[in-house]
């Protein structure tokens, strides 16, 4: 299982960015999602988490009411919309396929990991 993410960028404080992760193959489907997140000299963090369905959703503190994690299963795509980027929020964003169907914010519950798509905020 190959994921690819995508929509990484340069953005103001401010700004949106719409990150997008998909897959190789349609069992993504089946499983859960999540989006992880990791700055120069941090340890990669959660940030977004997202069930099978689509019907359970979870958050990191310091990105609710900003971020929304979606997905359409017609095309084996999750889509993390980021709304009111702040330069905290810059990082290199890696989606990752969960073992399980669940949500889950332990990143050793997932078995596939995408590239990572650089997200940069400028102040």
């Known amino acids: 299982v190959q994921l690819q993410a995508s929509g990484g960028g340069l953005v103001q404080a401010g700004g949106s960015l719409r990150l997008s992760c998909t897959a190789s193959v349609r069992t993504f489907n089946d499983y859960g999602v999540g989006w992880f997140r990791q700055a120069p000299g941090k340890e990669r963090e959660p940030v977004a988490s997202i069930n099978w369905s689509g019907g359970i959703t979870t958050y990191a503190d310091s990105v609710k009411g900003r971020f929304i994690i979606s997905r359409d299963r017609g095309v084996s795509l999750v889509i993390l919309q980021m709304n009111n980027l702040q330069p905290a929020d810059s990082a290199v964003y890696y989606c990752?396929?969960?073992?399980?169907?669940?949500?889950?914010?332990?990143?050793?519950?997932?078995?596939?990991w995408g590239q990572g798509t650089q997200v940069t905020v400028s102040s």
């Open positions: 990752a396929r969960n073992r399980y169907s669940g949500i889950s914010d332990d990143p050793e519950t997932y078995r596939y």
